[in-house]
């Protein structure tokens, strides 16, 4: 039945005995499909009462029968604003729900904030979401009546009622004619409320340096947390801590208390799942009372496994209004439930705020001596130590140990101590049967000449890494000395090669491991005279850089002569300490193989003068280019 939708049954609400233990709602809305959300939502709990014009509003709030509004800014012709901030001027108890878009929320956010504005509904909305909008509301109003009973909410009585009533109708039918041009001029001359905080706004003759000055300012300014240096929370704490008997810094702290506790209740209704995780967080740091939060923690659990479709027996409906000990013991019975579903789950420790271990705390600090509390708390002792077990015989160490941790204070000192001494075995055994393992695998490596190829996978690394672990290892030594061995003799064979580079780092990689003996050595030894010489074959300067002592001409070839055969020889040779001439190699020639030896012939009886480097006699290796021609009698030359 629709009170507004009939004048006798409007009558008959106006006539409702306010004592009356139903709640009603009243909804101010031209949208059909909410008003039958709502009412699919609210069933046969709560009488709703539908009207669809501003001055009906007006009669029910002023004749006292009703305390929660629901209104739909679709429906109104003015500034929401403006109309909300009539309404709690003239109800300050009203416990007002708006429903609209993004968009209307944004311009709402300060009265959202401050509570002026209870709750705020996105629309469309599914029955769901509108059920925990509806008991919400009445939570806050329950709670409102049991803190003034005899308060009913009406703005004044007699005469002055009616003149109110008038007076609502009155504005009401001229914002609804007027609609933009009433907005406009209400808009400019009514300031919106402002936030309702405890304490009024500093004054700028307060030093800002003053602590309850800066927290005011904060929470008018709903600055809850942050920033860091300048929020309510912590500046109203650090009142508190100098001074604790600061009636302002304790009402100012439950306020923000509240608001935090507002922000996150907002959040999970709205299904803001992560944004009302993190808000109840903060509200718990913030100091709410554990009952509350974990009420509100049990929420969001039964909201997460509805939106991802768990299985998880449900916890009991917790958003049925109750009061002092009932609630408390409905909350109670509640976390247990989904302590018990976690433990059975094997949910112990790893979810922050939805495992058996953060359900059985705050049963715990709600009722720590309960014989139900008590036995939740053995259950999860036991399952705890259970699971550390099974994560040793895993060998999944850091999550046995995880476990103990989170059993020590919850189990008893003996099991918690025994787990950890079980936990400290199973990791040396572990360490032991990995040593061996190692070892085996290196020695297995040797036999395969995998010793430093591939990088992580090679006798060397297997090695290596249990001389890191254990450089005592029994086996280990030998095991090194065979890989030593096998790296020398891998040096000598690319030395023999004259492959130098390899040689070197054979014998680097032997150096490495810590392998030292005769052979490395004299191979070291023997690779160090071989670079050198290499380097000094390389080191060649021009003949004609040097000091020629004595030639002798080279014997022109009598074939060569014959054919009237020209050419030139070129020749690298070595100037001894003495100046003698030696080693002389071929170099170039042309044409090749005709005057070749004719030119070592001579250049072997050559002198030079001793290169000195330092003030002493050295060798030094050179080259030359001796040419064979007809014109002349063939002489020796420089290089070409």
């Not at 209400?186 to 919106?192: E, W």
């Not at 891998?490 to 032997?510: M, S």
Request: charged share 25%; proline share 5%; with cysteine.
């Amino acid at each position: 039945m629709l009170p507004s939708d009939d004048q006798d049954d409007e009558r008959d609400l106006l006539n409702y005995s306010f004592a009356s233990e139903i709640v009603e709602l009243v909804v101010f809305s031209i949208d059909e499909a909410f008003l039958q959300t709502l009412r699919e939502a609210v069933g046969t709990a709560r009488r709703i009462w539908h009207v669809p014009s501003a001055d009906k509003v007006c009669d029910l709030l002023l004749a006292g029968q009703v305390g929660i509004l629901v209104l739909d800014v679709q429906a109104l012709a003015e500034d929401v604003g403006v109309f909300v901030g009539q309404l709690k001027r003239q109800f300050p108890d009203l416990v007002l729900v708006v429903a609209g878009n993004r968009e209307t929320e944004n311009l709402l956010a300060n009265l959202i904030s401050a509570g002026t504005v209870y709750r705020f509904i996105h629309k469309p909305m599914s029955p769901g979401r509108a059920k925990l909008f509806a008991d919400a509301a009445v939570r806050k109003y329950l709670e409102q009546r049991k803190r003034a009973p005899a308060a009913p909410l009406k703005a004044s009585a007699g005469a002055g009622a009616d003149n109110n009533r008038l007076l609502w109708r009155i504005t009401a039918a001229a914002l609804l004619v007027l609609a933009g041009v009433a907005a406009a001029v209400l808009y400019h001359r009514t300031p919106l409320p402002d936030l309702p905080a405890r304490a009024p706004a500093p004054d700028n003759s307060v030093p800002e340096s003053s602590l309850p000055a800066r927290a005011e300012a904060a929470l008018a300014a709903n600055r809850l947390t942050a920033p860091s240096d300048d929020n309510a929370l912590d500046l109203y704490q650090q009142a508190l801590a100098r001074n604790p008997a600061d009636a302002a810094a304790r009402a100012g702290l439950a306020e923000v208390q509240e608001r935090l506790w507002t922000k996150a209740e907002n959040a999970l209704l709205e299904e803001r799942l992560d944004e009302a995780a993190a808000a109840i967080d903060t509200a718990r740091k913030a100091g709410v009372d554990s009952g509350r939060i974990a009420l509100l923690t049990a929420r969001l659990t039964k909201s997460r496994d509805r939106l991802r479709g768990a299985a998880r027996p449900r916890p009991p409906d917790d958003t049925r209004p109750e009061s002092g000990a009932d609630a408390g013991r409905h909350t109670e019975l509640m976390l247990l439930g989904l302590a018990e579903t976690r433990i059975k789950e094997g949910d112990l420790i790893d979810s922050d705020n939805d495992s058996a271990r953060f359900y059985v705390r705050e049963v715990l600090r709600m009722d720590p001596a309960g014989n139900a509390v008590q036995a939740a708390r053995q259950s999860l002792a036991a399952a705890l130590l259970a699971g550390a077990r099974a994560d040793l015989e895993r060998h999944d160490f850091e999550h046995a140990a995880r476990l103990l941790d989170a059993a020590d204070g919850i189990g008893s000192a003996a099991n918690v101590e025994s787990g950890r001494q079980l936990l400290a075995a199973a990791r040396r055994q572990a360490e032991v049967d990995s040593w061996d393992q190692l070892l085996k695998t290196g020695r297995d490596r040797l036999q395969q000449d995998r010793l430093v190829e591939p990088a992580t996978d090679s006798a060397e690394y297997y090695l290596m890494t249990l001389r890191g672990m254990n450089p005592g290892y029994a086996g280990l030594a030998s095991a090194l000395q065979d890989l030593g061995q096998r790296l020398v003799a891998n040096a000598r064979h690319t030395l023999d090669l004259k492959q130098y580079d390899a040689a070197h780092n054979w014998l680097a990689e032997a150096a490495a491991v810590g392998y030292s003996s005769a052979e490395a050595g004299a191979v070291s030894r023997e690779l160090e005279a071989a670079v050198n010489q290499q380097k000094f074959l390389t080191n060649i300067v021009d003949a004609n850089d040097l000091q020629l002592v004595k030639t002798v001409k080279p014997v022109y070839p009598v074939r060569a002569l014959a054919k009237q055969t020209e050419g030139w020889v070129e020749l690298d040779f070595t100037v001894t300490e003495s100046g003698e001439v030696r080693d002389i190699a071929v170099h170039a020639a042309n044409p090749p193989g005709v005057f070749d030896s004719a030119a070592v012939n001579a250049l072997a009886q050559w002198r030079y003068k001793p290169v000195l480097k330092d003030a002493k006699p050295t060798a030094q290796r050179s080259r030359i280019r001796i040419r064979f021609t007809l014109a002349a009698p063939p002489a020796s030359g420089g290089r070409a």
